[in-house]
């Protein structure tokens, strides 16, 4: 199972902190994921990170705002967004694929529930 949590209400320019809590999987064994989803519009790739934590993707849109990271001993993934804008506003899931790293949502085995981010403007 995996559990998101950390959203919330933030003004543009603020920060926030999602975090994925992992249990019943090895976890150490999958890439990890961040999508989201704006209302009415389409589930995207924002973030994933490697088996170890050692090769990272971001969608472009992030790039340079949102940083990925995992602690394996604690079966953990974070989302540090910093300097959200208001398009950033979403459902945001985290992902679990049995693979090396994966930008894809069919390549991902298990999703957590959304946690919701809304930015301000």
């Known amino acids: 199972q995996l559990q998101a949590f950390g959203g919330g209400l933030v003004q543009a320019g603020g920060s926030l902190r999602l975090s994925c809590a992992a249990s019943g999987l090895t976890f150490s064994g999958y890439a990890m994921g961040w999508f989201r989803q704006a209302p009415g519009k389409e589930r995207v790739f924002v973030a994933t990170i490697s088996w170890r934590g050692n090769t990272m993707r971001y969608a472009n849109s992030v790039k340079g705002r949102f940083t990925i990271s995992r602690d394996n001993a604690k079966n953990t993934v974070v989302l540090q967004m910093n300097s959200l804008k208001p398009e950033d506003t979403a459902a945001y899931y985290c992902?679990?694929?049995?693979?090396?790293?994966?930008?894809?949502?069919?390549?991902?085995?298990?999703w957590g529930q959304g946690t919701l981010v809304t930015v301000s403007s």
């Open positions: 992902a679990a694929a049995r693979a090396f790293i994966a930008t894809n949502e069919n390549e991902y085995h298990y």
